[in-house]
């Protein structure tokens, strides 16, 4: 019987092409496909789990009321991540502060970040959801790290990546050479690659945005959107569809599929909140940016670039727009435009 190629079996052949290579990544990658099987199982018990649904009763640090699946999935990414001497410190969405590692076990040379359970207020209704992380280098001679240590640029991402819990669970995953993508066989309980080097259609014909938030809308988010209501008559010359998740792992996921432009933008109720946007560049809009990157479309804050951004505080939000190169570079002339 033929399986196919798994995620452990496809990293480990990438490392074998750097002589350097330790094993220590392919270790790492690993225990996050462990991380995002044991949430997947969570996910898709739904209801027949016990104590799954529902709220915590908890705020986290940005003070959105938490699911009970954001704290068990935190919960899980850090017990399966903490113990192999991959990394150095964690840090979630989830928590205050960077997770530093209990004293018993050995450092690793990465720092892993991650959005534990991303979408997660569409779990109640049975609407996909997903785990997003991102892996950068932990800097030389540092031992114990702090939250300085993982200001760094998405350009300086060595690995980034999500798992989507949907009718299959899906790992997508770049290291910086294509975007790869592996589904999740129950049967044998392992990531199969089903499909390499992932393009996004440069064009496209669907928009992704929270239309309730127009009116808080800047002029250049407005002038797009009315160009693509106004369909083929238009300045666009072609009829748009409108789709809206509320989970950016779907929507992202669906742009990767059939191409398409979606936007989280800078608008004044955020503003007026103190907040540049509402994604967060560290655990969302930097590893998102680098994975439709890899796939040849393009990601910025509506003026510019998302991963060139020097990072002030490890919970950090930007506005975001991505997706199909085309309408990206669009939007984001529109802004330079004024």
């Not at 955020?270 to 040849?296: C, D, H, W």
Request: glycine share 10%; net charge negative.
């Amino acid at each position: 019987m033929h399986i196919g190629t798994t995620l452990t079996q496809f990293i480990i052949e990438k490392e074998h092409q750097h002589v350097e290579a330790t094993g220590a990544f392919t270790g790492l990658l690993n225990e996050i496909a462990t991380a995002c099987k044991i949430i997947s199982n969570g996910v898709n018990h739904g209801g027949l789990a016990e104590d799954v649904l529902g709220v915590a009763g908890t705020e986290n640090v940005q003070g959105e009321e938490q699911k009970k699946l954001d704290v068990l999935s935190n919960e899980v990414m850090i017990a399966r991540n903490q113990w192999g001497g991959h990394v150095a410190a964690m840090a979630s969405e989830e928590e205050d502060d960077i997770y530093n590692l209990p004293r018993e076990y050995p450092r690793g040379k990465y720092l892993l970040l991650f959005d534990p359970l991303d979408g997660s207020s569409n779990i109640d209704v049975n609407i996909s959801v997903g785990t997003i992380f991102s892996i950068l280098r932990c800097p030389e001679g540092v031992e114990e790290p702090t939250a300085d240590d993982f200001l760094q640029p998405g350009t300086t991402q060595v690995a980034a990546g999500y798992a989507l819990y949907g009718p299959s669970t899906e790992m997508v995953l770049t290291t910086g050479n294509g975007v790869n993508r592996f589904t999740l066989d129950p049967n044998v309980g392992e990531f199969i690659l089903t499909e390499e080097n992932v393009t996004i259609p440069q064009e496209t014909q669907e928009f992704a945005i929270n239309m309730s938030n127009q009116r808080f809308w800047e002029a250049p988010v407005k002038r797009y959107i009315d160009e693509c209501l106004q369909g083929k008559e238009g300045p666009l010359g072609k009829d748009f569809n409108m789709r809206w998740v509320a989970s950016m792992v779907a929507e992202v996921h669906r742009i990767l599929n059939r191409g398409g432009i979606f936007m989280y933008p800078m608008d004044s109720k955020t503003a007026a909140k103190g907040q540049a946007g509402k994604l967060r560049l560290m655990y969302e809009a930097n590893p998102m940016s680098f994975i439709v990157e890899q796939a040849g479309g393009a990601s910025t804050t509506g003026r510019e670039r998302i991963m060139d951004m020097k990072p002030e505080h490890i919970h950090q939000r930007v506005p975001v727009v991505l997706g199909s190169r085309t309408e990206v570079e669009r939007v984001t002339a529109y802004h330079k435009e004024g």
